[in-house]
């Protein structure tokens, strides 16, 4: 992880840590370096979330690219796997998504896909990091070669049509909520769900630019819960902002979290034989039960570090098609090279409407640890959070509350890779013993601050 490009790409306050004369930069140096890789005119795609500073930075980004000799395709308003998937299809060199997924509407970040709809690759990324941030101007493009711009909105519907089709059982009779969180899925959720014999509500999907992610969507689910409870509905979905995270409602108005639902798709596949050389990818934060989960149905769970570029490179390195984060971000590689929130909605209400079980039921069948995660304000440099880490008396209160849990729990601290937080995350047998954990670490770490 560089200076400018953290764990999910370059993220900050627009018009602060992210601003116009940066993104220009970034269109500039990454038009160069496209242009060193192919030797002669890229195209790049570019689309982007309903946050108020997006248009902003999609002009300025643009502009950038054309001065570097780029073709741009402006997708619009569409969600990020979207991009990845339609880079692919298109065959365009590179996927930019100005999204800061599901953070809130004052930030805004730049993420780019390669042309084979992965993330950017290190070296790559390292090259334009490079010419960004030094402050020597950098090279343009003069007469013929200087880039345009294309409206590329049209091709919305390529995505959405191939999401329908990796349904291959029907999904019907059910009454579902789907929450688009004011962002992406605003644009595409109708699209898709419509085309199901179901009842479907959708609620905050009436973006205004300030309303992304604001007390609805994946990361605020209470809404959702009330909705699907005093209207009996079978089931809630949940997306966030740029439409890369699912989490599901249960009738009873409890959460389905993303080691749930990723247990659940893969014990159908693995019942379908399809579930690629028996396993699939978690990272460090999943749930105990899921591994019991695993190990009762006889399959293979690896644990990546957090974030999904780790997750998707552990699954392409030991060749798994189903992998992601207890958080939502689930990736079906069969069918999109990065994770994908409505994709993962439709994998899940099929496996719900054949299995004529309700969803609290069918959740029932993965176990789950109580769990405990708080997030303590830290600083922002990777570098700052490390030492924090590593003082004396935060490893102290780790070690006693790792043996205060013993083995039927555990405790995890790391930094955010994306944030100015620490993240401190305990499961034991009881969910008392749990946040106690998580107290004494959390305790530890502001005090470590405060130079006590």
Known sequence: MGTLFGTDGIRGIANDTLDNVLAYRV?????????????????????????????????????????????????????????????????????????ASHNPFEYNGIKMFSGQGFKLNDQLEEAIERMVLARGPIPVRMGAD????????????????????????????????????????????????????????????????????????????????????EGAYDVGIAFDGDADRCLVVDERGRT????????????????????????????????????????????????????????????????????????????????????????????????????????????ATVPQYPQHLENVKAPFEKADKQALLESDGVKAAIAEAEAMLGEEGRVLVRPSGTEALIRVMAEAGTQELAEKAVALVAASVENAQKGN
């Not at 030797?39 to 950038?64: C, F, H, N, W, Y």
């Not at 570097?68 to 997708?75: E, I, M, N, R």
């Not at 308003?77 to 998504?97: C, E, M, N, Q, R």
């Not at 604001?214 to 990361?219: F, L, M, R, V």
């Open 146 to 229: 200087i880039g345009q711009i294309f409206n590329g909105h049209h091709t919305l519907e390529e995505y959405t049509a191939h999401l329908v089709s990796t349904v291959t059982e029907e999904i019907h009779d059910l009454r579902i909520v789907i929450d688009c969180a004011n962002g992406a899925a605003s644009k595409t959720a109708r699209r898709i769900f419509n085309r199901f014999d179901c009842s479907v509500t959708y609620i905050h999907d009436r973006p205004n630019g300030t309303n992304i992610n604001n007390g609805c969507g994946s990361t605020h689910l209470e809404d959702l819960a009330k909705r699907v409870v």
């Open 256 to 363: 389905v979290d993303g080691d749930q639902i990723m247990a659940i798709c893969a014990a159908r596949l693995k019942a379908q034989g399809k579930l690629q050389n028996n396993g699939f990818v978690a990272t460090i934060m999943s749930n105990l039960g899921l591994h019991k989960f695993a190990k009762e149905h006889d399959m293979n769970l690896l644990c990546s570090g957090v974030g999904d570029r780790h997750v998707l490179e552990l699954m392409r390195e030991k060749g798994l098609i189903l992998g992601g984060e207890q958080s939502g971000h689930i990736i079906f590689l069969n069918h999109m090279t990065t994770g994908d929130g409505q994709l993962a909605a439709l994998q899940f209400l099929q496996i719900l409407s054949a299995s004529g079980m309700t969803v609290s039921q069918l959740a």
């Open 27 to 99: 269109g500039q140096a990454t038009a160069y370096q496209l242009w060193q890789q192919k030797g002669s005119q890229p195209v790049v795609a570019i689309g982007k979330d309903t946050r108020i500073s997006s248009d902003m930075l999609e002009a300025a980004l643009s502009a950038g690219l054309c001065a570097g000799g780029a073709t741009v395709v402006q997708l619009g308003v569409v969600p990020t796997p979207s991009v990845a998937y339609l880079t692919v299809k298109h065959h365009a060199d590179t996927g930019i998504v100005i999204s």
